[in-house]
């Protein structure tokens, strides 16, 4: 039994748990607890869970006896255990009400072949089951999870390298340190021929995440277990003074929670220049902040289009990031990749400098999005949609780039700006489109529409006539 045959019939373990109302999102933490246990035995890694209270006991038992022994097995594995274990069964606390349904699932994942499933990867089992209950509608979890595509090929040209120090400030179930991880692995031959403590440096300190919600931080540090990573993932929120600690990172790879915080209360960072209740624009700010001032730290992030337009504190954050780092590069991504529906996002580039100013010469602009179909289920993103991107990306090597752009083809997808003619546009704008549709659809809805026009300008009469434009052009 291969690992997506196991993805499968676990998923379909769900069913069992209906009339429990367990959500998707509950089910895989549940799923995590149990799992955990399985996983050590299988990988002989149980020295740090008690006999008492390791998978041989589990199984023995069954019916009401089975539920108190599994909830006073997680009481105390998240009390009075040590190091991941404590943090992943911390406050841990079933919502399966039935027995008999536990029973099942643990009967049900003791008889798969774990043989098999070992030789294929633990790790990349759980991970199969984190992107099944992220492409589930139902279970509300795609707002944790990017698009692995997506997460390879920004890892890929981020290119971290062995003794680096990596980090996600919103990590989820942990994908791109898994990604770098493996990046790293991939591409270093003689990683295990490394001194012995520049191989601990690589699996307890070279990657590392925060994350706000409790169950998504267990998921993470499951996922970074099964992927022999043993590197900090923080429970906390970034952007309150917690996130202070965050700093001094060589590469950074997120694609941070979008919105604004609840009631519209600014971040409680007081080391933040410019205050403001813009998550996306926050998390930004801690980003850059995070980079140290070697000359080679950088980052790859995921934002939403108002990043590149929002006014006030929108333009003088970044003014400020492209001051203090080389803002290189900016990929507008195609829409449906993500499975909040409408979300037009980014992937800005950025090398920190070693200095605080005048870091940013020109900025890089690759349209993926224009002219492009929307993906998603019926479909799906590929790498290979990125072949044009990654070909004539190289930060180092502008004059790959110059033989890419040509001013007599206004349909071409690349283009340079410099940084005085981004700072002469309204609001230092980098929401920046040229290419013309050729198809003569428009994927947006007129609700959208509407909601760009309101965001970019606040004089009424402006907006309702470019509304009235808008319709008039999508009518015809």
């Not at 890929?156 to 990604?179: H, S």
């Not at 410019?274 to 080679?296: E, M």
Request: a negative charge; glycine letters at 6%; proline letters at 3%.
């Amino acid at each position: 039994m291969n690992n997506q045959e196991i993805v499968s019939k676990l998923w379909n373990l769900c069913n069992v748990l209906r009339d429990d109302g367990i959500t998707y999102q509950q089910y895989v933490t549940e799923l995590t607890y149990i799992l955990f246990l399985k996983m050590c035995k299988e990988t002989n890694t149980e020295g740090a869970i008690p006999e008492k209270y390791r998978w041989s006991e589990l199984i023995k038992r069954q019916g009401i006896e089975l539920k108190r022994y599994y909830k006073e097995l997680l009481e105390h594995l998240g009390e009075n255990c040590t190091g991941r274990v404590r943090e992943i069964y911390q406050g841990a606390q079933t919502n399966i009400d039935e027995p008999k349904n536990l029973e099942k699932i643990i009967t049900t994942i003791d008889q798969f072949d774990w043989y098999s499933a070992k030789e294929e990867g633990l790790g990349n089992l759980y991970e199969g089951l984190l992107e099944k209950n992220a492409t589930e509608k139902k279970s509300g979890a795609g707002q944790y999870f990017t698009p692995r595509v997506l997460i390879n090929v920004m890892t890929k040209l981020v290119a971290p390298q062995p003794g680096e120090r990596c980090n996600d400030p919103a990590c989820g179930t942990f994908g791109f340190m898994i990604a770098a991880d493996r990046y790293v692995k991939d591409h270093t031959d003689d990683l295990f021929d490394l001194p012995v403590d520049k191989q601990e440096f690589q699996r307890t300190q070279a990657f590392s995440g925060c994350e706000l919600v409790h169950d998504t931080h267990r998921l993470a540090l499951m996922n970074a277990m099964l992927h022999d990573i043993g590197g900090p993932i923080y429970l906390g929120d970034t952007l309150s003074n917690f996130g202070q600690q965050m700093k001094g990172y060589d590469v950074v790879l997120t694609n941070p929670p979008f919105g604004t915080k609840k009631g519209g209360e600014r971040a409680t960072r007081d080391d933040f220049t410019f205050p403001t209740s813009n998550k996306q624009l926050n998390f930004l700010q801690h980003i850059y902040r995070s980079l140290n001032t070697h000359g080679n730290a950088r980052a790859a992030v995921v934002l939403p289009d108002n990043v590149l337009f929002a006014d006030g504190d929108g333009e003088r954050i970044r003014k400020d990031l492209m001051e203090k780092c080389n803002l290189h590069t900016i990929l507008r991504l195609p829409t449906g990749i993500f499975y909040a529906q409408g979300v037009k996002t980014n992937v800005l580039f950025f090398t920190r400098g070693t200095s605080d100013k005048n870091n940013t010469k020109e900025v890089w602009i690759y349209d993926l999005r224009s002219d492009m179909p929307s993906f998603g289920k019926t479909n799906p993103l590929k790498e290979s949609h990125f072949d044009e991107f990654v070909k004539c990306y190289n930060a180092e090597d502008i004059t790959a780039r110059k033989e890419t752009y040509s001013a007599e083809n206004p349909n071409g997808r690349w283009r340079r700006y410099t940084y005085d003619e981004i700072c002469a546009r309204d609001k230092t704008s980098l929401d920046i489109t040229w290419i013309k549709s050729t198809n003569g659809n428009d994927d947006r809805t007129l609700n959208e529409l509407l909601e760009e026009i309101k965001e970019k300008s606040k004089n009424i009469a402006v907006a309702v006539a470019e509304l009235e434009k808008l319709i008039g052009e999508v009518e015809e």
